[in-house]
């Protein structure tokens, strides 16, 4: 269990303050995101951000891109500048969203589309020797444990994984059951503790929930990263405290998990 950060958290940062937060609080990575910090097909600029984030010490550890599965029509870049852009930063994983629809209003046709375009992509992104991973989020089809669950087993392609982020709204136990029925696709994990986007919390009032989903999450032994996303008030002072939370439950889980 690898910790990190995604640069999404702070939009309004440079990379290389980016990178000198993360060195700061000692992690091991960086999520860099498509939407401002790396765009794609900017391919000079990748080279130059992870050449940042490593020469800081920490890994990139995926490309956080915007690209939609099935939506030719609304994607800004096709999935080959993606590809293209995270081989230049030299991201060994790239993150897609499955889908512009929640599960409720997508019919079979619009899966089957959503499914064709996951396996195409991650045959592309395989002869890279680059892994993709969908987000695990609302209006889109991995909205709900059993879409997520579903769609995962219809693409069944073992370059097609699956990041993990509790769902707002719902209890600890769903969210709990939520990694039970998906967990053998889980692979990085997106961390943050609130109410709603609006309403952010710090991280530590929630670390009693992140032991146990985490301990969950754990159990397989497989290498992945926790990466913080977005913290109360987009406040630098809390994502230093915040991450000090982090080291914590990392501790706690792999000593509890080893």
Same mark, same amino acid.
């Given at each position: 269990?690898?910790?990190?950060?995604?640069?999404?958290?702070?939009? %309004?940062?440079?990379? +290389?303050?980016?990178?000198?937060?993360?060195?700061?609080?000692?992690? %091991?990575?960086? +999520? @860099?995101?498509?939407?401002?910090?790396?765009?794609?097909? %900017?391919?000079? /600029?990748?080279?130059?951000?992870?050449?940042?984030?490593?020469?800081?010490?920490?890994?990139?550890?995926?490309?956080?891109?915007?690209?939609? *599965?099935?939506?030719?029509?609304?994607?800004?870049?096709?999935?080959?500048?993606?590809?293209?852009?995270?081989?230049?930063?030299?991201?060994?994983?790239? &993150? $897609?969203?499955?889908?512009?629809?929640?599960?409720? +209003?997508?019919? =079979?046709?619009?899966?089957?589309? $959503?499914?064709?375009?996951?396996? &195409?992509?991650?045959?592309?992104?395989?002869?890279?020797?680059?892994?993709?991973?969908?987000?695990?989020?609302?209006?889109?089809?991995?909205?709900?444990?059993?879409?997520?669950?579903?769609?995962? +087993?219809?693409?069944? /392609?073992?370059? *097609?994984?699956?990041? @993990?982020?509790?769902?707002?709204?719902?209890?600890? =136990?769903?969210? *709990?059951?939520?990694? %039970?029925?998906?967990?053998?696709?889980?692979?990085?994990?997106?961390?943050?503790?609130?109410?709603?986007?609006?309403?952010?919390?710090?991280?530590?009032?929630?670390?009693?929930? @992140?032991?146990?989903? *985490?301990?969950?999450?754990?159990?397989?032994?497989?290498?992945?990263?926790?990466?913080?996303?977005?913290?109360?008030?987009?406040? =630098?002072?809390?994502?230093?405290?915040?991450?000090?939370?982090? /080291?914590?439950?990392?501790?706690?889980?792999?000593?509890?998990?080893?």
């Amino acid at each position: 269990m690898k910790i990190g950060l995604c640069s999404v958290t702070f939009r %309004d940062k440079n990379p +290389e303050q980016i990178a000198d937060l993360a060195m700061e609080v000692s992690l %091991d990575g960086i +999520e @860099w995101g498509g939407d401002v910090h790396v765009p794609p097909g %900017d391919y000079e /600029h990748a080279e130059k951000v992870g050449e940042v984030t490593r020469s800081r010490g920490l890994e990139v550890s995926s490309y956080g891109s915007y690209y939609r *599965l099935a939506d030719h029509t609304g994607n800004e870049y096709d999935f080959t500048t993606i590809l293209e852009t995270a081989k230049k930063l030299q991201a060994p994983a790239i &993150r $897609v969203w499955a889908g512009m629809k929640g599960s409720k +209003e997508a019919d =079979e046709c619009y899966r089957k589309k $959503v499914v064709e375009d996951a396996r &195409r992509i991650a045959d592309l992104a395989s002869d890279e020797g680059i892994s993709v991973h969908l987000e695990y989020h609302d209006n889109t089809l991995t909205d709900t444990k059993e879409s997520a669950r579903k769609l995962m +087993e219809e693409i069944n /392609h073992n370059n *097609l994984l699956l990041y @993990w982020q509790p769902s707002n709204g719902v209890s600890v =136990e769903e969210r *709990l059951a939520s990694i %039970d029925l998906v967990k053998e696709w889980i692979t990085n994990v997106h961390i943050f503790h609130w109410h709603s986007f609006e309403d952010r919390l710090e991280l530590i009032s929630g670390e009693g929930e @992140w032991q146990q989903y *985490l301990k969950a999450i754990e159990k397989d032994g497989r290498d992945r990263y926790v990466l913080m996303e977005f913290v109360k008030d987009d406040d =630098e002072r809390q994502f230093l405290k915040d991450a000090q939370t982090l /080291h914590i439950l990392r501790d706690t889980v792999t000593n509890k998990t080893t």
